[in-house]
C-alpha cells in the first residue's frame, strides 16, 4: 500500500514539472431572491442573476512556477418584481497570473485584473448606460486534488480586489473580500519540452 500511494504522490508532483502546461479555469452560476421582511410579513421585491467563466492557461517556466492568464467574462442581471426596473452589468476582464505549488499540491496564486464593464439600467422607459475600467488583483491558495493522473480538482480561497473608474468620471468604486472558488485543470505535457 505504501509503495501504491508513493508511486500515485510522484505521478501528480511529475505534473508540476518544467515545460508543462495547464489548461482550465471555473465556471459559477448565482440565483439569488430579495426579499423584504415589514411586520411579520415577508414580500419578494426582484431576483439576481449572475454568470462567470474564468478560461485559465498557463505553462511551467521552471518546476513548480506556471505563468500565464486568464479571461473573464461574467454578466449580473437584477430586475425588481413590482416595477419594469432592471439592471444588466457585463464584464470582461484579462487576468495575468503565476501559480507556485508546494510538492504536496498545495499553490499559491496571485494575479492582475484588468479590463472594462458596461451597465445598463431601464426604469419607466428611461435607459442609463455607463461604462467602467475594472483593474485590481486576486491573492489564493488552494489544492490541485488529482482525479485522475492529468486532472485536477481545485478548491481555492483568497481574497480579491477590484476597482470600477467611470469613463465619464473621476468616481471609482471598490469592491473587496474574500471569495471560495473550485476550479479544474488539466495537465499536459508541452511536445517541445
Same mark, same amino acid.
Given at each position: 500500500?505504501?509503495?501504491?500511494?508513493?508511486?500515485?504522490?510522484?505521478?501528480?508532483?511529475?505534473?508540476?514539472?518544467?515545460?508543462?502546461?495547464?489548461?482550465?479555469?471555473?465556471?459559477?452560476?448565482?440565483?439569488?431572491?430579495?426579499?423584504?421582511?415589514?411586520?411579520?410579513?415577508?414580500?419578494?421585491?426582484?431576483?439576481?442573476?449572475?454568470?462567470?467563466?474564468?478560461?485559465?492557461?498557463?505553462?511551467?517556466?521552471?518546476?513548480?512556477?506556471?505563468?500565464?492568464?486568464? @479571461?473573464?467574462?461574467?454578466?449580473?442581471?437584477?430586475?425588481?418584481?413590482?416595477?419594469?426596473?432592471?439592471?444588466?452589468?457585463?464584464?470582461?476582464? @484579462?487576468?495575468?497570473?503565476?501559480?507556485?505549488?508546494?510538492?504536496?499540491?498545495?499553490?499559491?496564486?496571485?494575479?492582475?485584473?484588468?479590463?472594462?464593464?458596461?451597465?445598463?439600467?431601464?426604469?419607466?422607459?428611461?435607459?442609463?448606460?455607463?461604462?467602467?475600467?475594472?483593474?485590481?488583483?486576486?491573492?489564493?491558495?488552494?489544492?490541485?486534488?488529482?482525479?485522475?493522473?492529468?486532472?485536477?480538482?481545485?478548491?481555492?480561497?483568497?481574497?480579491?480586489?477590484?476597482?470600477?473608474?467611470?469613463?465619464?468620471?473621476?468616481?471609482?468604486?471598490?469592491?473587496?473580500?474574500?471569495? @471560495?472558488?473550485?476550479?479544474?485543470? @488539466?495537465?499536459?505535457?508541452?511536445?517541445?519540452?
Amino acid at each position: 500500500m505504501l509503495f501504491t500511494a508513493l508511486c500515485v504522490t510522484t505521478g501528480a508532483f511529475a505534473q508540476f514539472e518544467k515545460g508543462r502546461m495547464l489548461v482550465g479555469g471555473s465556471l459559477e452560476a448565482d440565483f439569488t431572491t430579495e426579499r423584504s421582511k415589514f411586520d411579520g410579513n415577508s414580500n419578494r421585491t426582484g431576483k439576481y442573476s449572475e454568470f462567470s467563466l474564468d478560461p485559465q492557461f498557463g505553462i511551467f517556466i521552471i518546476d513548480n512556477l506556471a505563468v500565464g492568464g486568464a @479571461i473573464g467574462l461574467s454578466t449580473y442581471t437584477y430586475k425588481e418584481d413590482d416595477s419594469d426596473y432592471k439592471y444588466v452589468s457585463n464584464e470582461l476582464t @484579462i487576468e495575468p497570473m503565476a501559480r507556485y505549488y508546494l510538492p504536496q499540491g498545495i499553490f499559491f496564486q496571485g494575479m492582475f485584473i484588468l479590463g472594462s464593464s458596461s451597465d445598463k439600467s431601464t426604469n419607466n422607459g428611461n435607459t442609463n448606460k455607463d461604462k467602467y475600467a475594472v483593474s485590481g488583483f486576486a491573492l489564493s491558495a488552494g489544492y490541485a486534488y488529482f482525479l485522475m493522473d492529468n486532472v485536477t480538482v481545485e478548491p481555492q480561497l483568497g481574497y480579491r480586489s477590484k476597482g470600477y473608474k467611470d469613463k465619464s468620471n473621476d468616481v471609482k468604486d471598490v469592491d473587496a473580500g474574500l471569495f @471560495i472558488r473550485i476550479g479544474f485543470q @488539466i495537465y499536459f505535457r508541452n511536445k517541445g519540452a
